[in-house]
C-alpha cells in the first residue's frame, strides 16, 4: 500500500520545498500557483483518481459473472491515468485491479506480457490487451450491460 503513495508524496513534498523558495523570495502568488500545480499532479498519480480495486482472482471470478473488463493498472501510470479519464463514468462499471496491491495481479499481467509489468493492461472475455485505446475499452464496457 505504502509503495502507491510514494510518487504523490514525492511531488506534494517537492511541490512545498519550490514554494517555499518562491515565498521566501517575496513571490507569493506564484508559490501558491506552483504548489497547486502539484498537489493536483500528485492528486491524479495517487490511488485516489481510480475506482476502488479489488484483489485479480475477485476481479476474474467477477468478471467471468457479469462480462465486465478486468483492468490491471498501477499507480503513477500515465497510461493508466489517460484510461481513467477517458472512460469518465463508465470506468466504475471494470473490475479495477492495483498490480502494486496484489501479487497475483501482476503475475497475470507478467504472464500476459512476456515477464513486463506492462499497464493497463485489460482482460476482455479472458483475452488480454496491452494499453488498449479507452474508446475500445468503453465499447466493451457498454456490450457487457
Known amino acids: ?3 502507491a503513495w510514494i510518487s504523490p ?6 511541490g512545498s520545498a519550490a514554494a517555499t523558495g518562491l515565498m521566501v523570495r517575496g513571490n507569493i502568488a506564484t508559490a501558491a500557483a ?3 500545480v ?9 490511488p485516489l483518481i481510480f475506482p476502488r480495486s479489488i484483489g485479480a482472482l475477485e476481479a476474474r471470478r467477477l468478471s467471468a459473472v457479469d462480462g465486465r473488463p478486468v483492468v ?3 499507480p503513477g501510470c500515465k497510461y ?7 472512460l469518465g463514468r463508465s470506468a466504475r462499471q ?10 497475483a495481479g501482476a503475475a497475470a499481467v507478467r ?25 475500445w475499452v468503453r465499447a466493451q464496457l457498454s456490450r457487457s450491460r
Open 1 to 3: 500500500m505504502m509503495r
Open 80 to 86: 493508466c491515468v489517460r484510461m481513467r479519464v477517458r
Open 38 to 46: 502539484f498537489v493536483l499532479l500528485a492528486g491524479v498519480n495517487s
Open 72 to 74: 490491471f493498472w498501477r
Open 111 to 135: 504472464a500476459a506480457n512476456d515477464g513486463d509489468e506492462t499497464v493497463p493492461t485489460v482482460v476482455v472475455a479472458g483475452r488480454p490487451h496491452v494499453n488498449p485505446d479507452p474508446e
Open 34 to 36: 506552483l504548489l497547486l
Open 94 to 103: 471494470a473490475h479495477w485491479v492495483d498490480i502494486w496491491r496484489d501479487p
Open 9 to 14: 508524496v514525492l511531488l506534494v513534498l517537492c
